[in-house]
């Protein structure tokens, strides 16, 4: 079993930046990919980026490209997603999200990949 807690949301102004975190607990050992989804209010879960754990390919929505970035520590088992500009169209609940299976680029940002979930960190950006 793995458990996922994610933190670091918050309200900032439109341009500012959060850095949200996920902790891992549990057995780790064979986790291939690790993700950031968001979901807001009346919208679909969205997949934000992705990595892979072993090799560190990262992968992004187009909507946060060259704003967001996802990154990893191991020693610490902590997952993070720098999230810089932010704009009002960033407001969501934002998840972490862990998987076993290696996925294909095609999979990374897909929610029904991923077999354990953090229980959200809410990130309101006002204009």
């Known amino acids: 079993q793995v458990q996922l807690v994610d933190s670091g949301g918050g309200a900032v102004q439109a341009g500012g930046s959060l850095r949200l975190s996920c902790r891992s607990f549990?057995?780790?050992?064979?986790?291939?990919?690790m993700a950031w989804f968001r979901q807001a209010p009346g919208k679909e879960r969205e997949g934000v980026a992705a990595?892979?754990?072993?090799?560190?390919?990262?992968y992004y929505a187009d909507s946060v490209k060259g704003r967001f970035t996802i990154s990893q520590d191991n020693a610490k088992n902590t997952l993070y997603l720098q999230m810089n500009s932010l704009k009002p169209e960033d407001t969501a609940m934002y998840y972490c999200?862990?998987?076993?299976?290696?996925?294909?680029?095609?999979?990374?940002?897909?929610?029904?990949?991923?077999?354990?979930w953090g229980k959200g960190t809410q990130v309101t950006v006002s204009s």
């Open positions: 999200a862990s998987a076993y299976r290696v996925l294909a680029r095609g999979e990374s940002l897909s929610p029904d990949k991923y077999n354990y």
């Open positions: 549990g057995y780790t050992y064979d986790i291939s990919f």
């Open positions: 990595i892979y754990t072993e090799g560190g390919s990262t």
